[in-house]
């Protein structure tokens, strides 16, 4: 531990035997930037285009929206620690990677719940749409969706901050759950709300999506064939989403709540994962799956590449 003007820091750990740290260092930049320009231009062609304003595709802006905070929260200090001697952070902004990246995280569930639901009204009760995801309603679910979380995660920064230290290790790559081993002692209080926690903004949310994906593929089950299809274009995407973001928030919540001698190299490997694969593949999956961001991508594009002939040309 070190203290200067009363600030602890803490060590993240397994940086000590990384080799080739300029190579890794470009790499994770390379792929930043990627993660940033992809979510960023759906973002912008839902943003530009009229047509694309609808709550469907605003759920998705507003995803893909986290997407680009969730890695902005993690990969600047990621590559900056890359290219650092020591792999040092106060405690103080250790807990504050921890609440945005936890804020994210599970308003990540609660989106995808929400666009579960307006899927379930579009497809199943199609002539109540207009008047139960109307503006208003819309806004009240982004809200929920980003504010429940914070109100969750800062009770468990809050008392994470007052908690007594006898670690000053972090073993992983960035700030998650992984802090609680820095606590001489668990708090029961601590334990407790986060299980809570856990239920409300993930559990929940998660047998919501599965149980309203479950009830629309019946209902369109037993309708027409351009229902079936409405229902696979539309819902699909959504559903590979869940379950790659599930699989990895389920790894993140229990291997650092499970003090075991996790392989470091596998632990190492699995942390970028998460936040590499997810944020990366989002816009892919909504861009070559969802018709209309497809077709708005394809114009882009062909744009971009006559004005360069144009170009040459001249």
Not at 21 to 27: A, G, M, N, T
Not at 87 to 107: M, P, R, W
Not at 118 to 147: G, H, S
Not at 253 to 270: G, Q, W
Request: hydrophobic content about 50%; aromatic content about 16%; glycine content about 2%.
């Amino acid at each position: 531990m070190e203290k200067e003007l009363n600030v602890t820091y803490v060590t993240l750990a397994w940086y000590v035997e990384i080799k080739y740290r300029y190579v890794y260092f470009f790499i994770m930049c390379i792929l930043y930037i990627l993660i940033i320009c992809s979510n960023s231009t759906i973002i912008f062609l839902i943003w530009i285009h009229k047509n694309l304003h609808e709550p469907m595709y605003i759920f998705i802006a507003a995803l893909l929206l986290n997407c680009v905070l969730y890695t902005t929260n993690i990969y600047p200090k990621l590559l900056i620690d890359f290219l650092s001697e020591k792999q040092v952070t106060s405690y103080s902004a250790c807990l504050f990677q921890f609440f945005i990246f936890y804020t994210l995280g599970c308003s990540e569930f609660l989106l995808l719940a929400a666009m579960a639901y307006d899927r379930y009204v579009a497809i199943c009760k199609p002539l109540q749409y207009q008047t139960i995801m109307r503006k208003n309603n819309l806004c009240i679910f982004l809200v929920i969706a980003w504010v429940a979380p914070a109100c969750h995660i800062a009770v468990l920064a809050i008392a994470s901050a007052g908690a007594k230290l006898c670690d000053f290790n972090v073993k992983g790559i960035f700030c998650n759950n992984a802090v609680y081993t820095l606590q001489c002692v668990r708090s029961r209080f601590i334990t407790v709300f986060g299980v809570v926690s856990l239920l409300d903004l993930a559990m929940l949310p998660m047998l919501f999506v599965v149980f309203t994906y479950t009830k629309i593929f019946i209902v369109s089950y037993r309708s027409c064939k351009e229902i079936r299809k409405k229902a696979a274009e539309t819902c699909l995407p959504h559903l590979l989403v869940l379950i790659s973001y599930s699989v990895f928030f389920i790894y993140d919540v229990s291997i650092a709540r499970v003090e075991s001698d996790f392989p470091k190299t596998a632990r190492i490997i699995m942390n970028l994962q998460i936040v590499l694969y997810h944020p990366l593949f989002n816009p892919f999956i909504y861009g070559l799956k969802m018709k209309e961001i497809s077709k708005h991508l394809k114009r882009l594009f062909s744009q971009g590449n006559m004005s360069s002939c144009i170009k040459t040309e001249c």
